[in-house]
């Protein structure tokens, strides 16, 4: 599959807890995406990374958020000490280049919710 | 604050109706307009417009940009129930992040 993968596709979690997901970019992708979709709300812009560096972290809350993009492995967003307000869906979109200059493909997203 | 607004919110047609959904932006530093269809899982690329005046065009699908006016439409004729989803409008600036709409969804009728 030459996708964007991302999993877990669900992910329950009780407060307090820390939630991992994972985005494997499609394969020649280096620039990764992460957004968040609150129900009757469009996706929101969290952080765009690249290999190994954070390029702009503007939409990520500055608390108990963290993202990566390590040399070798999937990207990572973390989340700790989950609350219930953190129950949405998170995507993970990739692009060939950066900046706007290519499409951004997106993944089946993780679906999170908080008991 | 940078804003993309689609209208409408919803539409529901019968199969074969022509249909056009509409995007308007304020965006700084403007770089390019993409649609995605959303069903149940993934959004779907379909475009990316950075010209103005130029049509894009797959199958029944077609989308134009004016960047004087700041809109653009997406037009699907002959539709099919299949084509029912959520339609997004995303914008993107130069930083690279994608400012979104929040969808039409369409629904058509057999």
């Known amino acids: 599959n030459a996708g964007v993968m991302q999993n877990p596709r669900h992910l329950v979690r009780r407060r307090g807890q820390e939630a991992r997901l994972r985005c494997s970019p499609m394969?020649?992708?280096?620039?990764v995406y992460w957004y968040r979709q609150l129900p009757e709300e469009g996706l929101k812009f969290m952080v765009y990374?690249?290999?190994?560096?954070?390029?702009?972290e503007s939409g990520m809350p500055k608390e108990r958020f963290s993202a990566e993009f390590p040399k070798e492995g999937p990207s990572i967003l973390r989340i700790q000490q989950v609350v219930r307000g953190d129950s949405a869906a998170y995507f993970c979109?990739?692009?060939?280049?950066?900046?706007?200059?290519?499409?951004?493909?997106f993944g089946d997203g993780t679906r999170l919710s908080i008991l | 604050e940078d804003k993309v607004v689609q209208s409408p919110l919803s539409l529901v047609v019968h199969e074969g109706d022509t249909v056009t959904l509409n995007c308007s932006y304020e965006?700084?530093?403007?770089?390019?307009l993409l649609w995605y269809k959303q069903e149940k899982k993934a959004p779907t690329f379909l475009f990316m417009l950075?010209?103005?005046?130029i049509e894009k065009k797959s199958g029944r699908l077609s989308s134009i940009l004016d960047k004087k006016e700041l809109f653009s439409i997406l037009n699907i004729t002959a539709t099919q129930t299949g084509d029912s989803a959520i339609y997004l409008c995303?914008?993107?600036?130069?930083?690279?992040?994608?400012?979104f709409g929040k969808g039409t969804k369409l629904s058509v009728k057999p």
């Open positions: 394969k020649g992708h280096s620039h």
């Open positions: 965006v700084t530093n403007f770089r390019s």
């Open positions: 950075t010209s103005s005046g």
């Open positions: 990374l690249q290999k190994e560096n954070i390029i702009d």
């Open positions: 995303a914008v993107g600036g130069s930083q690279g992040n994608l400012i």
């Open positions: 979109a990739s692009s060939y280049t950066g900046y706007g200059g290519q499409p951004q493909h």
